[in-house]
């Protein structure tokens, strides 16, 4: 079975940082094209924060994650990371990892994706 498993999550203050991981289990990153995070808020839509690609490396960013996150991938470790510093209330959410075997157009869009994994919760306090 594939999976993708997240951690790294937990609460910080604003200010703060926290980074992290996402690990495929049954199949490798090295499989997909790329790899991205999202994040969803209670009572809000699931939103795009970062994606990079696998092999090429291309990175993009939300504009709220423009300048303070930073999405980077470890291929012998298979791994992809979030390193989030200068945390806001506002960026309390479950954090998404997520992949993809293509690169399309709306690789902003959660339906572009074909395997996630559960969340971390990323609680940030005032």
């Known amino acids: 079975q594939v999976r993708l498993l997240e951690s790294g999550g937990g609460l910080v203050q604003a200010g703060g940082s926290v980074r992290l991981s996402c690990v495929a289990s049954g199949r490798t990153f090295s499989t997909y094209t790329m790899a991205s995070w999202f994040r969803q808020a209670p009572g809000k839509e699931r939103e795009f924060v970062a994606v990079?690609?696998?092999?090429?490396?291309?990175?993009y960013y939300s504009e709220f994650a423009e300048g303070r996150f930073t999405i980077s991938r470890d291929m012998d470790k298979d791994t992809v990371y979030l390193q989030m510093n200068s945390l806001k209330p506002e960026d309390t959410a479950v954090y998404f990892c997520?992949?993809?075997?293509?690169?399309?157009?709306?690789?902003?869009?959660?339906?572009?994706?074909?395997?996630w994994g559960q969340g971390t919760q990323v609680t940030v306090s005032s």
């Open positions: 997520a992949a993809a075997s293509f690169w399309p157009m709306n690789y902003r869009e959660k339906q572009a994706y074909e395997l």
């Open positions: 990079v690609g696998w092999r090429l490396q291309s990175i």
